[in-house]
């Protein structure tokens, strides 16, 4: 008896997981950008004593927030260019900052690193199976939406 119906369930279940994780890798990593920006500028290192209107500076990281919770491909591509702004920064500020704000520096590269290599290969992993919908109910599963 042959089971020439059966169909195939590891080619689409192992890159739908992959996926999800990337959305979630990427996900994590942009929260854990906001909120280090938030408590290295108002409490852990502040430029100024008191905290610095520099914490300012996670307003755009809020932005594709909902963009990557509704799993829109566009906004996985343009945070991947975006995030070469703050990986910029925390090279900088690792280098010149005295500690704690040097450590804080390099934390933000290596989310900076995460983030941009979540968004990469998610975008990389849904333009390789475009029929694939990485979520139950997810908005914009079309690669190229």
């Given amino acids: 008896m042959t089971h020439a119906t059966a169909l195939?369930?590891?080619?689409?279940?192992?890159?739908?997981?992959?996926v999800a994780a990337t959305r979630t890798l990427a996900v994590a990593?942009?929260?854990?950008?906001?909120?280090?920006?938030?408590?290295?500028e108002l409490w852990l290192a502040p430029i100024r004593p008191g905290g610095?209107?520099?914490?300012?500076?996670?307003?755009?990281l809020c932005l594709p927030l909902a963009g990557l919770l509704k799993n829109r491909m566009y906004t996985y591509r343009?945070?991947?260019?975006?995030?070469?702004?703050?990986?910029?920064?925390g090279v900088v500020r690792g280098y010149s900052d005295k500690p704690p704000g040097n450590w804080l520096g390099w934390i933000e590269?290596?989310?900076?690193?995460?983030?941009?290599?979540?968004?990469?290969?998610h975008v990389r992993l849904r333009l390789r199976h475009p029929a694939l919908k990485p979520l139950a109910g997810a908005e914009h599963a079309n690669p190229a939406g």
């Fill in 29 to 40: 990593s942009l929260l854990g950008l906001i909120v280090l920006g938030l408590a290295w």
């Fill in 109 to 121: 590269v290596l989310l900076c690193l995460l983030l941009f290599v979540a968004c990469a290969l």
């Fill in 78 to 89: 343009w945070v991947s260019l975006m995030v070469w702004l703050y990986f910029t920064e």
């Fill in 8 to 18: 195939p369930t590891s080619p689409t279940a192992q890159p739908t997981a992959a």
């Fill in 52 to 60: 610095s209107w520099l914490a300012l500076k996670v307003l755009p």
